[in-house]
C-alpha cells in the first residue's frame, strides 16, 4: 500500500510509524512545506521518501496532519490532486469550517473526516512515537458522505491501530470538544502567564513548584501555530466555555472574600466524581 | 531511633516508609484520630504500633502531617507533650499562621516548621509511596527559632531522603506557594467543574476527553478535607492570584471576541517559556 503523510510532525509522524509496523510492505511518502521537517523524519525513518502533491494520485491513502488553517486550503487542492480510489482523512481537531469546505467537492466521497484524540505537548516529527493511537478515541464525522469501500479501509487501519470509533456530527464535535480539549488548553496557557509575571525571579520562585503545577501547566508547552487557528475556527464555542469557566472561577472567588468555607469544600467536593469520571479516559503515559 | 508520625496519610506514610529504610533499626509509631487509618497503615507495615499523644515523650522525632486547620490545633498540644530533645517537624501547605501558632511556646526550639513539597492527588495511607520525597524541594521557614542540634538532626534526614532545601520567611512562603500551587489547585477544580456541568452525558462526552484533559484537571480529585483549610489560612494570597488568573482569562477571552488572533498567538507564544522554566521542576512520575 501506498500512503502519503502531509504534515508530518508529532500527529502525522506517529501514524506512519504504526502503519508501517502493520503494514510493513507500505511505501510511506512524506509531504511537508517545511523542508527541515520532511528531511528529519526521512532520517529518522518515519517516511521512505519525500514527495509533493504530484505523487497523491498514486496514493492509496493520504493522512493530512496539519494546522486547521493549512487543512482548510489545502484540503480541496489534495482531493483535487488524488486518485478516484485514494481515501483521504485528515486529523484535525475542528470539524464544522473542515467538512463546509469540502462539501460539494467532486472528490468528497474519498475523503473521512476524522479527529483522533491523541498527542502531547510536543511537536515535530522527533516527537513521533509508536502506538500513540491505542486505546484513544477518534471522532468521525459526516461518515455518510465518504464511500463505504472507503470507510471500510479506513476503519480496518484504525481497528489494528486499536482505535475506538464515535461518530458525531461537526457542530456537536466542536461544541463538545470545546469543553474537554480547547479549554483545558487555555486555563494552562492563562495560568503559565499568571505565574510567570508574578515571579520575575524565577529560578527561586519555581524551585517551589511541584507536580501538581507542572500537570497543570504542561499545555501552555503547546504550539501556538497549531492552536491559534483551532481557536479562530472554533471561536464561538471557545467564548462560550471560557465564559463559564470564568463565572464559576468568580464564584469561588466571591466564596474566599465571603469566608464561606462550607461552600468552598462543597465546591471541591462535588467536582471530586472526576474521579470517577477520568477513569473511562485512555492516558498517554 | 523513635520516630512519630502523626496523621499517616499520603504524606506522613510516605515519611515513614522512607525513613524506615534509611534506619531500618528505628521504630515507627502511629498516632492518628482516624482509627481505621492508623489500622490500616499497621497492617501495610507502614508503623510498627498505634499510639497516642502519651508516647510523644520518649519520641526522638515527631512528623506532624495533617491538615493545617487541625495542625493549629494540635501543634501546642504536642510541643507540650514531647521530651526536651524532641525535634517536631511539621509538613503544612501554609506557615505563616502555624508559625505564629508555636511563637512563644515554650518549646518553640523544638519545632522545625517545614513544607515538603511532595504529593499526589491521593490520601491515606495506601496511596504512601517509598522515595516520594527524593529530588523535592523542602522549604524550611524561621530555621534561626529552631535549636541548632534539632536543625542538624531534621538536615541529616532530609539529605538521605535526598530533599532540596530552601530557606524562606513565613509571609514570602505562603506569597509564592498561592501561585504555584494554591491556584493551580483551583483552576482545576473549576475546570473540572465547568465540563462536569456542561455535559450532563457523561459516558458519551468523556469519551472525547484526551490526557490534556486528565492533566489539566488532576488536582480535581484532591481531598477537600486538606484545601478547605490551605485556603482558609492563605484567603488574601489565594485571592489575589485568582484575580489576576480571571483577569488574565478575561483578556483572552476579549482577542477572541474581537477576532484578534495575532495577539491570541502572541499570548501563547510568550508563555510557551514555560517550557524552559519547568525543566528545572523535579517530579513525581
Not at 57 to 81: H, K, Y
Not at 201 to 220: C, K, P, Q, Y
Request: negative net charge.
Amino acid at each position: 500500500m501506498n500512503v502519503t503523510i502531509v504534515g508530518i510532525g508529532l500527529i502525522g509522524g506517529s501514524f506512519a510509524k504504526d502503519f508501517k509496523e502493520l503494514y510493513p510492505d507500505s511505501k510511506v511518502t512524506g509531504v511537508d512545506k517545511n523542508e527541515s521537517n520532511a528531511n528529519e523524519a526521512l532520517e529518522l525513518g518515519i517516511i521512505d521518501q519525500i514527495k509533493d502533491y504530484d505523487s497523491l494520485a498514486t496514493s492509496d491513502i493520504v493522512f493530512v496532519s496539519i494546522p486547521v488553517n493549512a487543512l482548510m486550503l489545502e484540503l480541496p487542492r489534495i482531493l483535487d490532486a488524488v486518485g478516484d480510489g485514494t481515501l483521504v482523512m485528515d486529523a484535525g481537531s475542528t470539524k464544522k469550517l473542515i467538512c463546509k469546505t469540502v462539501d460539494g467537492h467532486p472528490k468528497r466521497r474519498n475523503f473521512l473526516a476524522c479527529h483522533p484524540i491523541a498527542g502531547t505537548e510536543f511537536s515535530g516529527p522527533s516527537a513521533a512515537i509508536n502506538g500513540l493511537y491505542a486505546g484513544k478515541t477518534n471522532i468521525i464525522c459526516e461518515v455518510e458522505k465518504t464511500a463505504f469501500k472507503l470507510q471500510e479501509k479506513a476503519l480496518e487501519i484504525f481497528q489494528k491501530m486499536k482505535m475506538r470509533i464515535r461518530y458525531m456530527n461537526p457542530d456537536a464535535h466542536d461544541k463538545h470538544i470545546a469543553y474537554v480539549s480547547h479549554l483545558s488548553h487555555i486555563s494552562s496557557f492563562m495560568l503559565g502567564k499568571t505565574v510567570i509575571e508574578k515571579e520575575k525571579n524565577e529560578r527561586d520562585i519555581f524551585d517551589m513548584a511541584g507536580s501538581g503545577f507542572e500537570s497543570t501547566v504542561r499545555l501552555a508547552k503547546s504550539s501556538p501555530d497549531m492552536w491559534t487557528p483551532i481557536f479562530e475556527q472554533n471561536r464561538e464555542n471557545v467564548i462560550e466555555t471560557l465564559e463559564e469557566y470564568i463565572q464559576n472561577l468568580e464564584t469561588f472567588k466571591k466564596l474566599l472574600v465571603d469566608n464561606d468555607f462550607e461552600n468552598v469544600y462543597q465546591e471541591m467536593n462535588n467536582t471530586n466524581r472526576i474521579k470517577q469520571i477520568l477513569k473511562g479516559i485512555p492516558l498517554t503515559k
